[in-house]
């Protein structure tokens, strides 16, 4: 059974940093493409950041961009989200995917999820 558990959030003040983890078992995940999402109340979840199966390749959303960082350590299967100078409207549920498809920037292009961890930002 493929679990994927996303661990690291919690409260911080507004321009902190977090580092979330993602660890996936059941199967090896190393040649997938893998991103993360975020859900904030009463919004759409939306696209952070996605990795190729390699590591090299990263692309991020506008609205992260030079403040997130997206790695993967495809020894221990796990994928971070580093996140530095954070700001309230970063706060939601975080989760992990698996991609399934490019271009990885769509929920419906990814084909495992995990249960999320929440990140919330004081101002």
């Known amino acids: 059974q493929v679990q994927l558990v996303e661990s690291g959030g919690g409260l911080v003040q507004a321009g902190g940093s977090l580092r979330l983890s993602c660890a996936a078992s059941?199967?090896?995940?190393?040649?997938?493409?893998m991103g993360w999402f975020r859900q904030a109340p009463g919004k759409e979840r939306e696209f952070v950041a996605r990795?190729?199966?390699?590591?090299?390749?990263?692309y991020y959303a506008d609205s992260v961009k030079g403040r997130f960082t997206i790695s993967r350590d495809n020894a221990k299967n796990t994928v971070y989200l580093q996140m530095n100078s954070l700001k309230p409207e970063d706060t939601a549920v975080y989760y992990c995917?698996?991609?399934?498809?490019?271009?990885?920037?769509?929920?419906?292009?990814?084909?495992?999820w995990g249960q999320g961890t929440q990140v919330t930002v004081s101002s």
């Open positions: 059941g199967r090896t995940f190393s040649s997938y493409a």
């Open positions: 990795i190729s199966w390699s590591g090299p390749n990263t």
């Open positions: 995917a698996v991609g399934r498809r490019a271009p990885y920037t769509s929920e419906y292009e990814y084909l495992y």
